[in-house]
């Protein structure tokens, strides 16, 4: 299987995949019409990526693509409609990097209440300003808002925890009976984590649904003097609105993603937010970026490779159907020979009804299997027995409808 990574990439993970068989080809410096001219070149079936985009036309520069491998959580940096539309499937890493992405959060928030940052920059320009740094706040008893529970979310909660904080929550999926295994108040809005936190925290995937969800109402929700954190993707925050929040209520901010940042590893670029005035702490998207994860994540990557090539399966997939469309479905025994699914199939294509999924599992022995076929519409009473009388190795077919319920 050959295999295309256009990106940094673990050696260890390189070589894992070598070991497996891969062909591999690592290009961690591709983008743009430069990744489309390598998969053009190469002819992968499976692509790896960490930063680079992935466009539309870079799906479609080989008919073999059958594999987009994010290495890492977020996946928005790839087309996944066109990837859908030529069925290729895309899978991601989720959880491999909760714990890095938690350390630098709370790096984030220690930063902001000592001023770390301020305190390195004035002794380096040759400064003693104690009188200025000596004092803080602190985090213990304080109360952290975390919106949005899901690997990377818990692991900031356990962390928060630790530090002795009141912990609010909010996320769609979030219950009562979660929050209280969580050790979490559970509140109804994002708005209403803001008005009861003295920190707030996002770890909200990059989505439609989420795309400005932090904006100027729920800012204004905070008290004067609070601190916002972003360790997940510039698109769930306004940060124009966060800018003037920093100027109006004396927020401090701490950010590890920022709208337009740079791709590559190396870039001029000056976001306007570290101008906006106040306490704002900003690094270059290293959330991730431990050796920790890096080989959780490689090691995840080459697992889903591994189980590809050898089941056709791929781990993690994002964008499966969630709700299949089937209504019916068609069980057919039968011994294992040519011919008996070419004949099952022909039957279900003259009938005009399209099959949604199948599944065809072979019985200890190998002599005989059971066929699971999904169709989108009823089979009549005369397709069914031109199935069944239609081969010899059939042994017994049965139609049902399928429960939405």
């Not at 995937?205 to 100027?216: F, M, W």
């Not at 099952?344 to 399209?354: C, F, P, R």
Request: hydrophobic share 40%.
């Amino acid at each position: 299987m050959k295999v295309l990574i256009a990106d940094k990439f673990e050696k260890s993970g390189v070589g894992r995949l070598i070991e497996a068989g891969c062909e591999v080809s690592h290009e961690p410096d591709l983008s743009g019409d430069g990744l489309c001219d390598a998969i053009a070149k190469f002819d992968p079936q499976v692509l790896v990526v960490r930063s680079t985009e992935v466009s539309g036309a870079a799906l479609e520069a080989s008919s073999r693509l059958s594999v987009v491998v994010r290495a890492g959580a977020g996946y928005n940096t790839i087309d996944v409609e066109a990837a859908s539309r030529r069925a290729i499937m895309v899978a991601n890493c989720p959880g491999k990097n909760s714990v890095a992405v938690a350390e630098l959060t709370f790096g984030l928030i220690l930063a902001l209440d000592r001023r770390i940052v301020d305190n390195a920059v004035d002794l380096r320009s040759g400064k003693w300003r104690k009188k200025e740094y000596g004092t803080a706040r602190g985090i213990k008893g304080r109360t952290l808002g975390v919106v949005g529970l899901g690997q990377i979310g818990r692991a900031v909660v356990k962390r928060a925890q630790a530090f002795e904080m009141r912990v609010v929550a909010w996320s769609r999926s979030l219950t009562d009976d979660v929050a209280e295994d969580l050790g979490v108040e559970r509140c109804e809005s994002p708005a209403d984590v803001a008005s009861k936190c003295d920190v707030l925290s996002l770890h909200l995937a990059a989505c439609a649904e989420t795309k400005n969800l932090i904006g100027a109402e729920v800012l204004s929700k905070l008290k004067r003097g609070s601190y916002v954190v972003n360790t997940a993707r510039a698109d769930i925050l306004d940060y124009a609105a966060l800018a003037r929040a920093v100027k109006d209520h004396d927020l401090r901010v701490g950010l590890d993603v920022f709208p337009d940042e740079p791709g590559g590893g190396e870039a001029d670029f000056r976001s306007s937010i570290i101008d906006s005035g106040g306490v704002v702490y900003g690094t270059h998207h290293i959330g991730a970026s431990t050796d920790q994860s890096q080989e959780a994540i490689a090691k995840e990557t080459v697992r889903i490779v591994e189980e590809y090539a050898r089941s056709g399966r791929v781990a993690n997939c994002v964008n499966l159907c969630e709700k299949s469309v089937a209504r019916c479905v068609l069980v057919v025994r039968h011994r294992n020979r040519p011919g008996v699914l070419a004949h099952t199939l022909n039957e279900i294509s003259k009938a005009g009804v399209n099959v949604e999924e199948m599944e065809n599992v072979i019985c200890e022995g190998v002599e005989s299997a059971c066929a699971q076929i999904k169709l989108d519409a009823p089979l009549g009473e005369e397709a069914v027995e031109k199935i069944k009388s239609g081969n010899e190795h059939i042994i017994a077919v049965t139609f049902s409808s399928i429960d939405e319920s």
